[in-house]
């Protein structure tokens, strides 16, 4: 299936998982699609293995509870951030190294204090790795933690690379 992209969601400084200048970070790059799904695109390295050759399972329920957490952000004109409250995960296949792997999110419910939503790994071969079920608490982000914006470089960064539709 192809999915349009729409936009492009922020990058900051530190994030392990979107921080771009986090030596040990996977630097995931999160793209918007037209039904309002998140889906991230990052290439995981030798310093996010576990077994050699393949990626740790931490670092795999890492990126899918980004994706789904952020997928709200999708919804609204201001930011709403969501604090987890429970994910879970199931292991399919092994993830390995030093390939391209696609992250989708979506939102399967929300109410006024909580949404919930799934996710899936998904290899280059097309093959599911990962899924995921989550639920999160709608929290103002300065209630979560003391966030300048500006020092830690939360900001669109558009690349010579960013797709205009990706295949899953």
């Known amino acids: 299936m192809i999915h349009k992209i729409?936009?492009?969601?922020?990058?900051?400084?530190?994030?392990?998982?979107?921080?771009?200048k986090?030596?040990?970070?996977?630097?995931?790059?999160?793209?918007?699609?037209?039904?309002?799904?998140?889906?991230?695109?990052?290439?995981?390295?030798?310093?996010?293995?576990s077994y050699?050759?393949?990626?740790?399972?931490?670092?795999?329920?890492?990126?899918l509870d980004e994706t789904i957490g952020r997928s709200i952000l999708n919804k609204y004109e201001t930011e709403v951030w969501?604090?987890?409250?429970?994910?879970?995960?199931?292991f399919k296949k092994p993830i390995?190294?030093?390939?391209?792997l696609k992250v989708i999110g979506r939102i399967t419910s929300e109410n006024n204090r909580m949404f919930e939503g799934t996710g899936e790994i998904i290899l280059s071969n097309g093959d599911v790795a990962v899924t995921a079920q989550g639920k999160y608490?709608?929290?103002p982000l300065e209630k979560i933690t003391?966030?300048?914006k500006e020092e830690n470089e939360w900001k669109i960064i558009e690349?010579?690379?960013?797709?205009?539709?990706?295949?899953?």
Do not use: M, W
């Open 6 to 20: 729409t936009g492009k969601q922020h990058n900051s400084k530190l994030c392990f998982i979107c921080g771009l």
């Open 22 to 49: 986090n030596k040990f970070g996977i630097h995931a790059h999160f793209y918007i699609t037209e039904n309002k799904e998140l889906i991230a695109l990052f290439t995981p390295s030798e310093e996010h293995q």
């Open 52 to 63: 050699p050759g393949r990626l740790h399972g931490g670092i795999a329920s890492a990126i």
């Open 82 to 90: 969501g604090v987890t409250i429970d994910l879970n995960v199931k």
């Open 96 to 100: 390995p190294l030093n390939e391209e």
């Open 137 to 139: 608490l709608k929290v």
């Open 146 to 148: 003391d966030f300048d």
């Open 159 to 168: 690349l010579e690379t960013d797709p205009k539709e990706i295949e899953i």
